[in-house]
């Protein structure tokens, strides 16, 4: 059975930071895009940033771009979202996803095949 394991939600002011982790098992997405969406109460999930796992080009959101950086780790098999600077309007659940097969670092959530269970970050004014 193939998982998306994440972990590293919470609560923490404005202007803090947070690491969201995300460990594939089941099997490896070693040739493929790893994206971080999230979607807040009452709106639709958003692109948050993407990295593919081969060659570890990225891409990000506007709403995040110098906040957060994605990364990911081949030993330990496990992607990473780092945000910094934390606001209140990034208060969701997020999503880790993987979309075998793709091209690039596709921001639609169309493209992602694979999601995990959300883990909640909480950002306090």
């Known amino acids: 059975q193939v998982q998306l394991v994440e972990s590293g939600g919470g609560l923490v002011q404005a202007g803090g930071s947070l690491r969201l982790s995300c460990a594939p098992s089941?099997?490896?997405?070693?040739?493929?895009?790893m994206g971080w969406f999230r979607q807040a109460p009452g709106k639709e999930r958003e692109f948050v940033a993407a990295?593919?796992?081969?060659?570890?080009?990225?891409n990000y959101a506007d709403s995040v771009k110098g906040r957060f950086t994605i990364s990911r780790d081949n030993v330990k098999n496990t992607v990473y979202l780092h945000m910094n600077s934390l606001k209140p309007e990034d208060t969701a659940v997020y999503y880790c996803?993987?979309?075998?097969?793709?091209?690039?670092?596709?921001?639609?959530?169309?493209?992602?095949?694979?999601w995990g269970q959300g883990t909640q970050v909480t950002i306090s004014s």
């Open positions: 996803a993987a979309a075998p097969g793709r091209i690039g670092v596709p921001s639609e959530s169309i493209k992602y095949s694979y």
């Open positions: 089941g099997r490896t997405f070693s040739r493929s895009p």
């Open positions: 990295i593919h796992w081969n060659d570890g080009s990225t």
